[in-house]
């Protein structure tokens, strides 16, 4: 009778929250419309009803939060700290202590940043030390799951490399790329909870080769994806004159993770089945009267192609929800981030001009477009920030 007052009680304090129309709330309609608009008959009513609340009560009588919750959770921890560390700045009146260098120890820095600039030469995009110290993090933990030795890779090891993070969060870095990102986390507010969340969404490929909806799907991007999104917004900025919140710029950063993640997962879904996966909705492929076996046999269908529709929508959606945070974003950290977003989304438009073929053709953005798209990413960037209040952005 307990448990059963608590669950009553818990979601009635969800709907009161819901009314209410906090933040957390109008953010959750807002993404709950891209829970829904997949498999809707009609399309107007997509708005309409969201099918992801944040509080699900199973049969047994256990209160599930959604995932769309939890990562929410991640993100206003996140905005937290940039607040926290914007006050302390503005604060601070006394003049910092001194601070004691080890000697050589600025050197060997150095070192570091110059060994994780050597692992990301071919990315222009990071133009910054501590944008290239996470760039040789994110490269080694990718190598992890896509290198070589990726058949070798087991929970433990995964378990070792959480251990490891631990400790680069608390000053003891083991090689010189631990020693870079060690010095990069500990200048800017930056929580190690995306860096974990990375982890897990390795443990998560070990063991899980199918997503039954989209609440499943979207952690998993998360984890992905999304968690290089919110690692990020600390170190690129955001622009001093804006008038957006920060969790709304941290909603942005997830979203463009979640976006590119999605368009990666429909680019590959060929190459994907090959190897015995699926990263598609369960539900929504039944609902289109698709399987498992639709997918490995690779024929492209009408049910297919309405089906690859609707996710293609889904995708656009977290992207244009990307948009507005891009120009909130420092100046010079907007014109990789436009880049991007483009070009990755553009990887849909092919999608549809290979008129739905993800089983046997990889739809790429051609050079010739992605430079056309360069001089249009440069253009947005000159856009300014929300000066202006903006209702569901504005401090
Ligand atoms: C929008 C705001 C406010 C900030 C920007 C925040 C950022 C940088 C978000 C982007 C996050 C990101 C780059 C996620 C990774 C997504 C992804 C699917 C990468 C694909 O990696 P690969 O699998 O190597 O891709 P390819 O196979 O296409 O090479």
Known sequence: IRESRSLTGAVRAQRRRRRRKSNWSLYSLFADSKFACVGSPEP???????????????PAGEVAVSSEKKVYDVVLKQAALVEKQLRKKTAAVEVAPEEVVVPGANSLLKEA??????????????????KKSYLG????????????????????ALDRWEARLEDVFAGRPYDMLDAALSDTVSYFPVDIQPFKDMIEGMRLDLKK?????????YLYCYYVAGTVG??????????PESQATTESVYNSALALGIANQLTNILRDVGEDARRGRVYLPQDELAQAGLSDEDIFNG????RWRSFMKNQIK???????EAEDGVTELNQASRWPVWASLLLYRQILDEIEANDYDNFTKRAYVSKG??????PVAYGRTLIRSSRKKKPGLVK
């Open 44 to 58: 107007e009513k997509e708005f309409k009803f969201p099918i992801c609340s944040s509080l699900v009560a199973s």
């Open 209 to 217: 080769s199918r997503y039954k909806n989209f609440d499943e799907l």
């Open 299 to 302: 024929k492209v269908t009408d």
């Open 230 to 239: 919110l690692m990020s917004v600390p170190v690129m900025g955001i622009a």
């Open 369 to 374: 477009k992605k430079l056309m798209a360069l």
């Open 314 to 320: 889904r995708a656009r959606m977290f992207f244009q």
């Open 137 to 156: 993090h994110l490269r080694r933990i990718d190598e992890l799951v896509d290198g070589p030795n990726a058949f070798h890779i087991t929970p433990t």
């Open 113 to 130: 940043y110059e060994r994780c600039g050597e692992v990301c030469e071919e990315n222009s995009a990071y133009d910054s030390r501590e």
